[in-house]
């Protein structure tokens, strides 16, 4: 138990059309990470917000977005699905900026896009 | 950007045999970690081990820093130790490097 929680669990949707996926971080971590695991691949960073503002991004382009709450929950926003989108994605909370030593993950959400 | 490479992609073994699955990088760190990925998807940390040896139970890790490599060590294996082996690092930067996994399949 991460104290990491993501919703939905699963999720199907059609190409083209838009998603947002949901975590709530564990009380007082001000860090989230959000990150795409394809099938039979490690994660892959897409972005972190710190104190409700991107502090940095992988190689995704911008349809892929994100927002952090004061409450600690966050959302990763995906627009014009494409089926490529199909995959694991896990967020992943930390206190403090740069600190992956205590990063802990959600049980991520399974997101397929036909 | 930092390269992680892990071995072997595949594992098939015996309950009560012993394991070691390997990860190298390509450029030096200040994190590197464990992780094991349960068939639901759920990353559990394992080790936090940029440097040295560390031991829990039956799983030990060892990561040579000046030479880019770690280890990990499972014993006596039982089948709840079916998964995916993450190893992962931080090159200095807010984010983690996977590898690709090791994926570990127990047999009773």
């Known amino acids: 138990e991460t104290g990491v929680t993501q919703s939905p669990t699963h999720l199907i949707k059609t190409r083209g059309q838009q998603v947002t996926l949901r975590c709530s971080s564990q009380?007082?971590?001000?860090?989230v990470s959000w990150y795409q695991q394809a099938l039979g691949q490690g994660p892959q960073f897409i972005f972190q917000y710190y104190r409700e503002e991107e502090n940095g991004r992988g190689n995704f382009p911008p349809r892929f977005s994100g927002l952090q709450f004061p409450n600690y929950s966050s959302e990763l926003n995906v627009n014009a699905l494409e089926l490529d989108d199909s995959a694991l994605y896990l967020c992943?909370?930390?206190?403090?900026?740069?600190?992956?030593?205590?990063?802990?993950f959600g049980p991520g959400t399974r997101l397929t896009v036909l | 950007g930092i390269q992680v490479e892990q071995s072997p992609p595949d594992l098939i073994l015996q309950e009560g045999a012993n394991s070691t699955l390997r990860c190298n990088f390509s450029?030096?760190?200040?994190?590197l970690q464990w992780f094991h990925q349960n068939p639901w998807g759920q990353l559990i940390n394992l080790f936090y081990i940029p440097s040295g040896t560390k031991q829990n139970g039956r799983l030990s890790a060892t990561t040579v820093a000046t030479e880019r490599y770690s280890l990990l060590y499972i014993s006596s294996s039982q089948t709840t130790d079916s998964g995916v082996y993450f190893c992962a690092v931080t090159n200095y930067g807010q984010n983690f490097v996977f590898g690709p996994g090791t994926r570990l399949s127990v047999l009773p």
């Open positions: 450029d030096s760190v200040n994190n």
């Open positions: 009380s007082g971590h001000n860090t």
């Open positions: 992943a909370s930390t206190l403090g900026v740069g600190r992956t030593d205590t990063q802990y």
